[in-house]
C-alpha cells in the first residue's frame, strides 16, 4: 500500500513524465536524481549540492564555449544529468553541448515543447513524498466509507472488514490477538488495533484514522446521546429555514455555549457526529441527514478535521446563526470539491463564486477562450495555455511569469499576442485576464467531473 521511498528517482524513471534521450547517445541513466533544478545561468555550479537534474532551454547556451562552461559546471557539482527543453531557445539540443556532456559522461535528456519542467519537478518531489501522497490517497477513499458504515450503524468489527477490503489486509482488535511486533495502536475502552495481511503495512496515520471510527462505533451505542444529537440537527435545520427562530435554541437546549458573545457553524458530512463529540465534547453537535452541524464558542483550528471535509463560518451572534448555517453549508460543498477545510476567509474569492455556479453557465468560457487554445497547443506542441496560467498566477506581471517560465520576456510577450490572434482577446486587458481566468477554472472543473 505504501511506496517505496528508501531510494530517490532515477534518471531512467523520469522518462516516465515524456522525457527522451538524444539519439545516438549513450547515457547512464541509472543515476538516483536528488532534485530537480531549474535554471538559465551559463554557471549554476554555487546553487547545486549534487545529484540533481539541471533543466534548461538554453537561453544562456548560445555558443560552443558557453555548452562547454555550463557542462563543466555541472559535473564539477556532481549533478545527475541534464534535462534540455526544446522549443523555446533552441529546435535541439546544441551539438556542442551533447558532446561535451558525453566526454564527461554527464547524462542527457529532452524535454519536447509538450513537457513542461514543473512536470519534472513535481515528479520528483511527489516521488520523493510517496509514504505521504499513499496514505491521503487511503485516507480520500477511507474517510467516505467509513462514514457510510457510521451511517448505517455498523458494529467495529463490519467497519473493520469495510476498511479491510479497501487496504487489502484484515484487521484484528482486541487485548489479546495483536502481534507486538506489527504496528498497531490502542483504542481506548476497547483494545489493540492492528492488522495482518501479505501487503505492506497500514502507515500509522491510517491506524489512527481507523481507531477514531471504531471508538465511534462505540459512542454510537449510547442511544440517548444519539437521539440527542439528531434533535439538534433538526433544531438547527428549522433556524436554516426559518422555521424557528435563533433565540429559541437557549430554551430548547441545554448548552452552556449560548451564553457566549458569539457563535461558530461548521458543517461536516453525515455520519460524523459520534466522531465530532468525541473530539470536541464541548460542542453542540446536530445530526440531520445530509450533513452534520456543529456550534462552536470559538473558531475550529485546522487540527480539529480529523480527516474529513468541514465547512466553517465566521463568528456570529446567536441572532444570526440562521446564515451562519447556510454560509458553512456553501463552505462544506467547496470542501468536499476540494478535499479540505473551508473557512469563511475562502468563501470571497473568485474561484469560490465560481465553484459554487453550474458548470453549464462556465462552459462559454472554456469553449470559446481555452479550448481554442489548447487545440493549438496539442497540433503544434506549444504552450500557451501553460503560459496563460503563469500569467495569471503572476498577477499580470511580464517580468515575473518570464523568471516563473525562465524565458525572456519578449517571448512572453509574443505567446500573450498569439493568444489575442487565436480568440480574439487580450490577456494584458483586465476584462479579458479575468475571462480568461474563468475559462481556465472552467476547463479545471470539467477535467475533474
Known amino acids: 500500500m505504501t511506496a517505496d521511498v528508501s531510494a530517490a528517482p532515477t534518471l531512467r524513471d523520469l522518462l516516465q513524465v515524456g522525457l527522451t534521450v538524444p539519439d545516438g547517445a549513450a547515457a547512464n541513466l541509472d543515476r538516483s536524481v536528488s532534485w530537480a533544478h531549474i535554471t538559465e545561468m551559463r554557471d549554476p555550479s554555487r546553487y547545486l549540492r549534487g545529484g540533481e537534474v539541471v533543466c534548461t532551454v538554453g537561453i544562456s547556451l548560445q555558443t560552443p564555449q558557453d555548452c562547454r562552461t555550463f557542462a563543466d559546471a555541472l559535473a564539477a557539482a556532481g549533478a545527475a544529468g541534464v534535462c534540455f527543453g526544446i522549443g523555446d531557445g533552441h529546435d535541439a539540443v546544441p551539438p556542442a553541448l551533447l558532446e561535451r556532456c558525453g566526454r564527461l559522461d554527464l547524462p542527457v535528456l529532452i524535454a519536447s515543447p509538450s513537457v513542461p519542467f514543473a512536470r519534472v519537478s513535481r515528479f520528483v518531489a511527489e516521488y520523493e513524498l510517496g509514504a505521504e501522497i499513499a496514505v491521503a490517497r487511503a485516507t480520500n477513499a477511507l474517510v467516505p466509507e467509513l462514514l457510510s458504515a457510521l451511517r448505517r450503524h455498523a458494529s467495529a468489527r463490519e467497519l473493520l472488514d469495510t476498511a479491510g477490503r479497501l487496504l487489502n489486509c484484515y484487521f484484528l482488535l482486541g487485548t489479546t490477538d495483536v502481534d507486538e511486533s506489527a504496528v498497531s495502536v490502542d483504542v481506548p475502552g476497547v483494545g489493540t488495533l492492528g492488522w495482518v495481511g501479505s501487503g505492506d503495512q497500514p502507515e500509522p496515520p491510517l491506524l489512527d484514522l481507523i481507531a477514531r471510527f471504531v471508538r465511534a462505533t462505540q459512542a454510537q451505542q449510547d442511544v440517548e446521546a444519539a437521539l440527542a444529537r439528531e434533535r439538534v440537527g433538526q433544531l438547527l435545520s428549522l433556524v436554516e429555514r426559518r422555521m424557528l427562530l435563533p433565540d429559541a435554541l437557549s430554551q430548547l437546549l441545554d448548552w452552556p455555549g449560548f451564553a457566549a458573545g458569539t457563535l461558530t457553524c461548521?458543517?461536516?458530512?453525515?455520519?460524523?457526529?459520534?466522531?465530532?463529540?468525541?473530539?470536541?465534547?464541548?460542542?453542540?453537535?446536530?445530526?440531520?441527514?445530509?450533513?452534520?452541524?456543529?456550534?462552536?464558542?470559538?473558531?475550529?483550528?485546522?487540527?480539529?478535521?480529523?480527516?474529513?471535509?468541514?465547512?466553517?463560518?465566521?463568528?456570529?451572534?446567536?441572532?444570526?446563526?440562521?446564515?451562519?448555517?447556510?454560509?458553512?453549508?456553501?463552505?462544506?460543498?467547496?470542501?468536499?470539491?476540494?478535499?479540505?477545510?473551508?473557512?469563511?476567509?475562502?468563501?470571497?474569492?473568485?474561484?469560490?463564486?465560481?465553484?459554487?455556479?453550474?458548470?453549464?453557465?462556465?462552459?462559454?468560457?472554456?469553449?470559446?477562450?481555452?479550448?481554442?487554445?489548447?487545440?493549438?497547443?496539442?497540433?503544434?506542441?506549444?504552450?500557451?495555455?501553460?503560459?496563460?496560467?503563469?500569467?495569471?498566477?503572476?498577477?499580470?506581471?511580464?517580468?515575473?511569469?518570464?523568471?516563473?517560465?525562465?524565458?525572456?520576456?519578449?517571448?512572453?510577450r509574443h505567446r500573450l499576442g498569439r493568444i489575442t490572434e487565436i480568440t480574439g482577446r487580450d490577456p494584458l486587458n483586465h476584462a479579458d485576464l479575468t475571462a480568461f481566468s474563468i475559462g481556465l477554472q472552467a476547463t479545471d472543473r470539467a477535467s475533474d467531473a
Do not use: K
Not at 456543529?294 to 446563526?321: F, K, N, R, W
Not at 470571497?348 to 458548470?359: I, K, R
Not at 506542441?381 to 499580470?396: D, E, I, S, W
Open 266 to 412: 461548521s458543517a461536516w458530512p453525515a455520519g460524523a457526529g459520534a466522531l465530532l463529540s468525541m473530539a470536541i465534547p464541548a460542542a453542540l453537535v446536530g445530526d440531520a441527514p445530509d450533513l452534520c452541524l456543529m456550534l462552536t464558542t470559538d473558531p475550529l483550528d485546522a487540527s480539529d478535521e480529523l480527516s474529513l471535509p468541514s465547512g466553517h463560518s465566521a463568528s456570529v451572534p446567536l441572532t444570526e446563526i440562521g446564515s451562519a448555517i447556510g454560509q458553512a453549508r456553501i463552505a462544506l460543498d467547496l470542501a468536499r470539491r476540494r478535499g479540505r477545510r473551508v473557512g469563511p476567509e475562502h468563501l470571497s474569492t473568485l474561484d469560490s463564486l465560481l465553484e459554487q455556479l453550474p458548470l453549464a453557465q462556465l462552459a462559454p468560457f472554456r469553449q470559446q477562450l481555452i479550448d481554442p487554445l489548447t487545440e493549438v497547443d496539442r497540433r503544434r506542441g506549444t504552450q500557451h495555455v501553460l503560459t496563460l496560467r503563469a500569467f495569471l498566477a503572476a498577477n499580470g506581471s511580464l517580468s515575473e511569469t518570464s523568471r516563473n517560465l525562465y524565458l525572456h520576456t519578449n517571448t512572453v
